[in-house]
């Protein structure tokens, strides 16, 4: 009996409005992928219709199966249908319900896999707005080019892609390295996003868009709002994670002290940023957790690598770090009154 190519793990919660599309898309781009391959689909709880279109999917497509659970979060169920996959598929991938694959992204992912032995390949991120497609401007320049079996000790910046529905992840390393997702945090795929880059010795980029990831009305896709106080707590323990470990590996001699300097440059530059804007909103608490930890975090960079990092919100984040909520704030609204003036 011959092995499946690929898994695809798919969870979903309350997605009836996406499903048809998504049923369409199975129909048009996933039956032209020349691959064989399996659907799981997990049904986090969903109160709206989706159960029963899951139902009639799986009625019409052999190869799709539907896994209902109770409301568990996206983290448990990922978990659930990396579980029920089957034994003998080679690769697994994550897609999100809303999402959608370019044609022939998994046969291209796949065969880059293939050509290289790569325990993790990954490619370009396509967001998508309506009728507007544009690449993922944080991680564009990472896959600018093909790149084959290289390793993160030479190309630290993949630290910066801190997703996995952009990756194919060869099973037996999957199983080996023993990732699951935590469970009941917001941002919980970014310690196991950064941990598939940090353990893999082979490493294959594809210049290809392999994933198209919807931007909502709102700006965002799925994003927590930030100003709450359990969606900075759960970013920041993942960015101390992936430092950690990175230290980790730094001192059994597996990677470089170079490693750790991008990774800080690269959470100066976006992550932190991210919760600048908010402090006018937010309360003290809110205020000392972003002070004490990211002090933690880069509070040791050079004047000169936390200037290089660059960040709209760079002097605004070093008066966090440095001063009080009443000046760090200050500063928030001088900085925003001169780039009103420069677009007045």
């Not at 799986?58 to 199966?65: K, N, P, Y």
């Not at 598929?89 to 022939?104: A, E, G």
Request: proline share 2%.
């Amino acid at each position: 009996m011959s092995h499946l190519d690929l898994s695809l793990v798919i969870p979903l919660f309350n997605e009836e409005e996406s499903l048809a599309e998504l049923h369409a898309w199975i129909d048009r781009v996933c039956t032209a992928q020349g691959l064989r391959y399996e659907v799981i689909f997990i049904n986090d709880g969903s109160t709206d219709g989706s159960d029963k279109i899951l139902e009639m999917l799986a009625a019409e497509i052999s190869h799709l199966t539907v896994i209902n659970q109770k409301n568990l979060g996206v983290a448990e169920a990922r978990n659930r249908g990396v579980a029920s996959m089957s034994s003998d598929s080679k690769y697994l991938m994550f897609i999100d319900s809303d999402d959608l694959l370019p044609k022939r992204a998994m046969a291209k992912l796949v065969a880059a896999a293939e050509n290289s032995d790569a325990q993790l390949t990954a490619g370009k991120t396509v967001t998508f707005y309506g009728v507007r497609y544009f690449d993922r401007p944080s991680t564009a320049s990472f896959f600018a080019a093909d790149r084959a079996a290289i390793t993160l000790e030479q190309m630290p910046e993949l630290l910066g892609d801190a997703v996995v529905w952009n990756k194919l992840f060869r099973t037996d390393y999957w199983r080996a390295q023993g990732f699951k997702f935590p469970k009941g945090v917001n941002y919980e795929d970014m310690t196991l996003a950064a941990d598939s880059y940090l353990n893999a010795d082979r490493i294959t980029l594809v210049s290809d868009p392999v994933y198209f990831w919807r931007v909502r009305a709102e700006g965002e896709s799925r994003s927590t709002v930030r100003f709450e106080q359990s969606s900075l707590e759960d970013r920041l323990l993942s960015m101390e994670q992936i430092s950690n470990r990175i230290k980790a590996k730094i001192r059994a001699g597996k990677l470089s002290a170079a490693v750790l300097e991008s990774y800080q440059q690269r959470i100066i530059r976006h992550d932190l940023q991210l919760f600048v804007p908010y402090l006018e909103h937010v309360d003290a608490t809110y205020f000392s957790t972003l002070k004490v930890r990211c002090k933690a975090l880069v509070g040791k960079v050079s004047p000169e690598q936390f200037e290089a990092a660059g960040g709209r919100y760079n002097e605004v984040l070093r008066m966090v770090m440095s001063s009080t909520r009443a000046e760090a704030i200050r500063t928030l609204q001088t900085l925003e009154k001169a780039e009103n003036r420069l677009t007045a």
